[in-house]
């Protein structure tokens, strides 16, 4: 709906700021509210009179509203529209569970049933156009299929359509941009592949993607094994390659550098990955010793991918087993900024966002004191002005702020008005310190007293 935040024209004040929610009814934009089932009871609340508003056998040619606390009623355009999702496992009839949460009674609810195997096809034709040909988006979606019956056991993902997207995403700059066409409908993805070296390339894609996570229990494992032996069988992967592709594959490891011998990127496995350009003027920072054995490669290889692809991931292991130091490796080697923050049950969410805590302005203080003690003396002659600069000094050790912010101000006016005269050097140093005191006025707490300006014909 809306919040508070620091002025940007009027410092020292807050201004109010409207929500996403309130400028997209304002603007006449759609909003889509996903998961809504899992919002909080407040949140319901809040969007319950919203959809009131909206549903159907409102008053002809009326318009969506919401009351803003302290702010009025907000009237929405008429191209606003609202709408909302679950997402649900269908029962064994296929039919999904009514909704119950708060003000689900104003929604018109439409099932989206899961797309058919032609349906999924179309799908991955049109966003992978590499995969349509030769049948071998078709015999991706079977593989699929087959995964998905095989079921999960406690401590597993279910495989569901995110992970055919997933891989297919991998397969996609793998298979050449002209593959060899084929008219088998119902062959194996294996025989669809030219080579040796591509079919291992999609089963370590499909490790990725279906069986590559840790497991903790014997039945997750035994589970595991059951959908990489089910990879291999549709890639025409022999038992003996499969286990060197699974317990003692090495990815390949390149450091790509330009003329000079500066990093321009690295290729990891079937991934490149570029590196940040060198700022001019500046040293390539030395990173820490790492050692690129096979756990660590693996970890790089898998973790690039995901990189590449913009996805999120969660590395899981005991400490000390190098999932910050890979990152930091990795960050190191493309130059990446890389911001690392330790959780724990004492991390607020203010630590993350941001906020306003109070801060000692004596500090700020010291600070626009030093800048003006040193524009100053580059200014005006310090032996003629040696009272006007003690009794800044006074007011700043009293934290008499009004009275210093004065003083300063006044001194900011008359060296611009000499500077200006003599046209002689930019006044931008001053107008920067003149901005920092017009931000520091608001904070002077103490009365105004007589000013003593320095002199003005000073030299």
Known sequence: MGYYISSRTNPGTFEWKEGVLVRAMRD??????KDIDRSSSEILGVLKPL???CKVGKWVGGQASLDVPGRGVVVASHDFSIFATRSLTPSRSGTFPSPVFLGSHNFVEIVARSPSEEDIRAIIDVRYPRLSYGGISSAIIRLWEDIRRLGSVASTREIHLRELEKYCARLHNLVPSTPQAMDVDEAMLGSLLPNDSLREEFFLAARDVFFGAGYITAAAQAHSESIADLVAKHLGIESERQDWLSNRWIPDFDTETDVNGKTTSIRIGGTRLSALPLIRGTQESRSRPFALHRPAKLFLSRIASAVALGEPLLLTGETGTGKTSVITY???VLR????SLNLSHQTESSDLLGGFKPIDSRIAAAELQDQFVE???LTFSRRKNEKFETEVRKAVSETKWKRVVALWRESIRLARDRI???????????SFLSSNCHSSQIHATANSMTQTPPESAAE
Request: charged residues 15%.
């Open 375 to 377: 524009l100053f003396g």
């Open 420 to 430: 200006r005269a003599r046209d002689a050097q930019p006044t931008y140093v001053y």
């Open 330 to 332: 990795l960050a190191s």
């Open 336 to 339: 990446h900024p890389l911001v």
């Open 51 to 53: 959809v009131e508003s």
């Open 28 to 33: 006449g934009k759609w909003v889509v509210l």
